[in-house]
């Protein structure tokens, strides 16, 4: 499966932003999704994950608060919603899934620039 993220852009700091990632194909088995970023020169990480039924989403420590995932099963779409940004969120931002709870994560599209300014 490709996953298609978008709704990045260029935001003041403090500004909020939205981004969705969607399966490009109709045919899609998930368990888990996650949004991953990567900043020019450092790895990427995991930003926050989300299962399709029940439990609870997961956040990395440093952007909890700020950052909120959610799902809409019958579009199989998954969204970041971004608030407080700050110049240090800029990062190219990913999307991809688990398709059970011990595969690896797959699906990385190109992903979605999101840059915020100072």
């Known amino acids: 499966v490709q996953l298609q993220a978008s709704g990045g852009g260029l935001v003041q700091a403090g500004g909020s932003l939205r981004l969705s990632c969607a399966p490009s194909g109709r045919t899609f088995s998930s368990y888990r999704m996650g949004w991953f970023r990567q900043a020019p020169g450092k790895e990427r990480e995991l930003v926050a994950s989300i299962i399709w039924i029940g439990g609870s989403p997961y956040y990395a420590d440093s952007l909890k608060g700020r950052f909120t995932i959610s799902r809409d099963n019958a579009k199989n779409t998954v969204y970041l919603q971004m608030n407080s940004l700050k110049p240090e969120d800029t990062a190219v931002y990913y999307c991809?899934?688990?398709?059970?709870?011990?595969?690896?994560?797959?699906?990385w599209g190109q992903g979605t620039q999101v840059t915020v300014s100072s």
């Open positions: 991809a899934t688990k398709t059970y709870p011990s595969s690896a994560y797959e699906g």
